[in-house]
């Protein structure tokens, strides 16, 4: 018997988003799981996790992963006494909830990978929920309905009537547990319908044949009663009616009147609840094409702009409108797009609860994991890549920065520390800062360190930044053994190496004895970025728009010159002035004197410049385009773009160039630099990049 080859490339691709769908739950599972014992009373966790247990059931039963539908059968009954109060939520069944999870994570892992399962995975975390079911743990007795509420809240009576199909417990599903949570919403009557229950010579017991119908009296919503259905509405015919809501709470409908008086059940499903919203599956490398031609699309508008633009102002007719119309679109859609590959923090910030809870107690140590800001939404290439920083970071802060409790409490600390994981966006940039509050960088100890494995040499002078940073050399490690956590001495510089292959920075700041705090700072997207071009000496360059203060011309009077270079004197601070003719060694006519155009910018860390340049040219978008894929770093640099004619132009790395002018002012006194001392300048002179850069970029098209 042949095969049908559509049918089969539908089950791959149903398949396919079942396990979708489970990488998109396992991570938030993890997460609640891990917080159970800190939220012993939190029915909305509990009822999250049923749910995700309940979801993974019923696609692993529609694929007959039968080991899967096996074990989540048995976690999803231990959840369902926990829901359901009938069980106290303790530590031990809190960590024997978390090592369920982890079967379930790698029972999923295994159907997907399609590899056999060892024989008898799995069976004793399952023979410690059946053995925590069995024994005396908590009430034995139904709770009470929370929905019975006081008198004087008016309620509703709602009419429903629930025909499972044949196949409903194929698909892991069970009219009893719907029985449960209707229950657990109210005073509930139940009418069951057995006409269609055949002889029992021709029952089935994998097919349903029972029908039901409910008269639910309830202060809940509507809502409420249709996530009850949520995960059988494929699998039934549904009705849910309401009664008018004056109905008084003495009119009691029997269930033999009510299931006689009930319309029958519609088998097209046309009364099913309203539809959640919908979404659909899209490969990212076909988002990905979608945002590159955007790009495209960008650059192509740019250059019918600047081809209009050429010809004057007195072509302000239709073409010119109808180019500002099309530029307007444009925008709209790639901020459209670029929605698409926006995922909230959570989805990496999720994972970190778990790593926290285990290493700390492995460690002998008591540790509190404190998010914040886990909506702030960051391109999906980027979250994938903050995994492993943000984990490595985690780890070297339980094991180097926190200390022992015992420790902790002779210092007059909490016995219990704290992490706090968190994320804001700020200037174009997405911040993540981990923040401890343990024993901080013990400076004497890394440099002592540093000087034994020959990073520094022994006569060096460094200041307490630049010994923080000694931690993020190659083979750097203060661990005095090799141990399963640390000690390998592979870890921040490849921490470093990462979140630059993105485009981002690291900060350290620590005080030794409080804590230390690192936070990445990474751009928002690496794909389109508003910015303002400007012109120096016949140069073009980008200005990131988001870091711009203040555009001005300044007067004589405000300009002073310290250590060979200048700075401005503006709304009351100086202001070191970048000339990036110089900084850049850009040769070509412009004003040496006097700067004409001081653009003010500010890094996401505070840090001033004053940029001098000779022209503005203008705001707009502007296309991405990395360089470190085809050509060496050059400071100063984040990337480049095609402007409207063909040509290329810079964008500038402010916080290389803010790092800079902070640098050469800041190691001086007030009084120093307003008197014009005798300093000298390090302003480094860089080698023009703009001409190795445009071949570059014409070959990536």
Known sequence: MSSDPTSALDLNQFRATFFDECAEVLPDLDSR?????????????????????????????????????????????????????????????????????????????????????????????????????????????????????TEDVEMRIWRITFTPHRELFRHANEPLLIIRELRRLGELDVCCDRSELPDLERLDPEESYLGFSFTLRTKASRAAIDEVFEFVDQDCDLVVEAEPAETPRETKVPPRALSESLPAAPRDGSERKAKSPSFVRVDLARVDRLINMVGELVITQAMLTQQLSEHGTNMRDQRVQGADELAAHIREL??????????????????????????????????????????????????????????????????????????????????????????????????????????????????????????????????????HELIFAPGFSTAEKVTEVSGRGVGMDVVRRNIASIGGRIHTNSVQGQGSSFTLVIPLTLAVLDGMHVAVRGEKYIIPLASIVETVRPDRRQIRSVAGGDVIFIRGEYIRLIHLHQLFNVAGEGEDTHPSLVVVVETENGTKAGLVVDELIGQQQFVFKNLNENADPVPGIAGATILGNGRVALILNLEDICSIASANLDRYPKSEREHGADMPDQMPAFTRASASVEPVLQAQG
């Open 33 to 149: 799981l891990s917080t159970l014992d800190a939220n012993a009373a939190d029915s909305e966790n509990l009822n999250a996790i049923f749910r995700a247990v309940h979801s993974i059931k019923a696609g692993a039963a529609a694929f007959n992963f039968r080991s899967l539908v096996t074990f989540a059968h048995g976690f999803e009954a231990l959840l369902d006494r926990l829901r359901d109060e009938r069980m106290e939520l303790s530590a031990d069944v809190a960590s024997v909830c978390l090592r369920a999870g982890d079967v379930l994570a790698a029972l999923v892992d295994a159907a997907q990978m399609d590899t056999a399962i060892p024989e008898g995975f799995g069976a004793d975390v399952l023979a410690e929920v059946e053995a925590l079911m069995s024994s005396e743990v908590g009430r034995a007795s139904f709770p009470e309905t929370t929905a019975a509420a």
């Open 334 to 467: 790639q901020e459209c797009v670029m929605a698409i590959r926006m995922q909230p923090a959570r989805t990496v910030f999720a994972r970190m609860g778990r790593l926290v809870r285990d290493l700390s107690h492995k460690l002998g140590k008591k540790v509190r994991l404190v998010t914040s800001g886990d909506e702030t939404e960051v391109d999906k290439t980027i979250v994938e890549e903050l995994v492993d920083p943000i984990t490595h970071m985690i780890r070297n802060a339980i094991d180097h920065g926190i200390e022992m409790p015992e420790l902790r409490l002779a210092a007059g600390k909490p016995e219990e520390a704290v992490i706090h994981l968190s994320a804001t966006q700020r200037a174009g940039n997405i911040l993540i800062t981990i923040a401890d509050d343990g024993a901080g960088i013990d400076t004497e100890k890394v440099l002592a360190k540093a000087i034994s494995k020959g990073i520094v040499r022994d006569d060096a002078k460094l200041s307490e930044e630049e010994i």
